[in-house]
């Protein structure tokens, strides 16, 4: 078993126990993901161990209970039976999300998350904090370092494109994934896709955009602290046509209650072809955005599990330009996957 912590539990995390759970409890059903088997991992190899919340509506329940509390509103797929699993307190800073969506927060200290991550045996924990939360990021992934626990960081704060960071997990020998998770069919993956595509066949981007509107509580938090978010989208889609400048306009614009957890994303771009003449794409996503990237996640917790057995440890570069938008290297889709793939087989990180 690979036994995992979630920072934050929110509908990302929702998404991801239920998925976990939910496959458990039917060995039937095949999990849609990239990477059916990591080494030997499979996404039934997980199981949760440690949870940390400022909320109060969630400190102190059991996970199975905490994932469905307000303000989440994730699809319930699949309702879990209990995990023996407390979410406990963890320090606030500034990861206090925007838009009054905590009324009572809970909080406690770096060293009580230490002792939580020792004495649960956890094995890699998962930062799903909001948006802007950079401090409160960073006080985990200190606590995760002298746990000696592998830190995935699925949001926007530079904790593996840090080089402060890179070098402090590097030389303790603990693997590091991020930053910002890229849904597995999501408006970044899709955005670098068709760029890379349009650079490859040697069409020059001029313009595009990409606006965002959703449900979800993480959209009421997003229009107070877009920034992050902005700058580590625009980059990854920027990355795919290297040589080239075009201007982009990457952003979440609105938030909109009766979306709930589903996010539209509108893609534009402006393009020239041979001759000078002009090419435009539109393209319109829909999708349940904390399920959409739970897949991701799995693959990225199953590679972290097996940097630790290999005793791998510091910045994973592979892992990070898969599953990520603002990874240490950019890579595009199809290179990520034939790295990670090599990765796997036991051939050296790149």
């Given at each position: 078993?690979?036994?995992?912590?979630v920072?934050?539990?929110?509908?990302?995390?929702?998404?991801?126990?239920?998925?976990?759970?939910?496959?458990?409890?039917?060995?039937?059903?095949?999990?849609?993901?990239a990477?059916?088997?990591?080494?030997?991992?499979?996404?039934?190899?997980?199981?949760?161990?440690?949870?940390?919340?400022?909320?109060?509506?969630?400190?102190?329940?059991?996970?199975?209970?905490?994932?469905?509390?307000?303000?989440?509103?994730?699809?319930?797929?699949?309702?879990?039976?209990?995990?023996?699993?407390?979410?406990?307190?963890?320090?606030?800073?500034?990861?206090?999300?925007?838009?009054?969506?905590?009324?009572?927060?809970?909080?406690?200290?770096?060293?009580?998350?230490?002792?939580?991550?020792?004495?649960?045996?956890?094995?890699?924990?998962?930062?799903?904090?909001?948006?802007?939360?950079?401090?409160?990021?960073?006080?985990?992934?200190?606590?995760?370092?002298?746990?000696?626990?592998?830190?995935?960081?699925?949001?926007?704060?530079?904790?593996?494109?840090?080089?402060?960071?890179q070098?402090?997990?590097?030389?303790?020998?603990?693997?590091?994934?991020?930053?910002d998770?890229?849904?597995?069919?999501?408006?970044?993956?899709?955005?670098?896709?068709?760029?890379?595509?349009?650079?490859?066949?040697?069409?020059?981007?001029?313009?595009?955009?990409?606006?965002?509107?959703?449900?979800?509580?993480?959209?009421?938090?997003?229009?107070?602290?877009?920034?992050?978010?902005?700058?580590?989208?625009?980059?990854?889609?920027?990355?795919?046509?290297?040589?080239?400048?075009?201007?982009?306009?990457?952003?979440?614009?609105?938030?909109?209650?009766?979306l709930?957890?589903?996010?539209?994303?509108?893609?534009?771009?402006?393009?020239?072809?041979?001759?000078?003449?002009?090419?435009?794409?539109?393209?319109t996503?829909?999708?349940?955005?904390?399920?959409?990237?739970?897949?991701?996640?799995?693959?990225?917790?199953?590679?972290?599990?097996?940097?630790?057995?290999?005793?791998?440890?510091?910045?994973?570069?592979?892992?990070?330009?898969?599953?990520?938008?603002?990874?240490?290297?950019?890579?595009?889709?199809?290179?990520?996957?034939?790295?990670?793939?090599?990765?796997?087989?036991?051939?050296?990180d790149?």
């Open positions: 078993m690979i036994r995992v912590g920072v934050g539990v929110g509908n990302c995390a929702s998404a991801l126990v239920q998925g976990v759970e939910m496959y458990k409890a039917n060995p039937e059903l095949d999990p849609p993901v990477f059916p088997t990591v080494g030997r991992y499979t996404p039934r190899d997980i199981t949760f161990t440690s949870a940390f919340e400022i909320d109060a509506r969630k400190v102190g329940l059991d996970l199975s209970e905490a994932i469905f509390q307000t303000p989440n509103n994730a699809t319930v797929v699949y309702k879990p039976k209990p995990l023996g699993v407390t979410v406990r307190a963890g320090p606030a800073l500034d990861g206090v999300p925007e838009g009054g969506l905590v009324s009572k927060i809970v909080e406690s200290t770096t060293e009580e998350v230490v002792r939580e991550l020792n004495s649960t045996n956890t094995e890699v924990l998962v930062n799903y904090l909001p948006t802007g939360a950079v401090k409160a990021a960073e006080a985990y992934a200190e606590a995760a370092l002298r746990a000696g626990v592998a830190f995935v960081n699925a949001m926007p704060a530079p904790i593996a494109t840090s080089a402060l960071w070098r402090k997990f590097s030389e303790s020998g603990v693997p590091l994934l991020g930053d998770t890229q849904n597995q069919i999501g408006a970044t993956v899709l955005h670098k896709t068709l760029v890379r595509l349009l650079a490859l066949r040697g069409v020059r981007v001029r313009h595009t955009y990409q606006i965002n509107v959703g449900g979800t509580p993480d959209f009421v938090n997003l229009m107070h602290r877009r920034g992050d978010k902005e700058k580590t989208k625009t980059a990854a889609v920027k990355m795919m046509a290297a040589g080239q400048e075009f201007d982009a306009y990457i952003s979440p614009v609105a938030y909109i209650n009766f709930g957890d589903r996010k539209i994303a509108h893609t534009l771009i402006e393009a020239e072809i041979f001759g000078g003449l002009p090419i435009r794409l539109e393209v996503l829909d999708v349940h955005d904390a399920w959409n990237s739970a897949a991701v996640v799995m693959d990225s917790v199953r590679l972290a599990k097996l940097a630790i057995d290999r005793g791998v440890g510091g910045p994973l570069i592979s892992a990070s330009a898969w599953g990520f938008k603002n990874p240490p290297l950019h890579m595009s889709p199809e290179e990520a996957y034939r790295a990670v793939l090599e990765f796997v087989e036991g051939k050296r790149k």
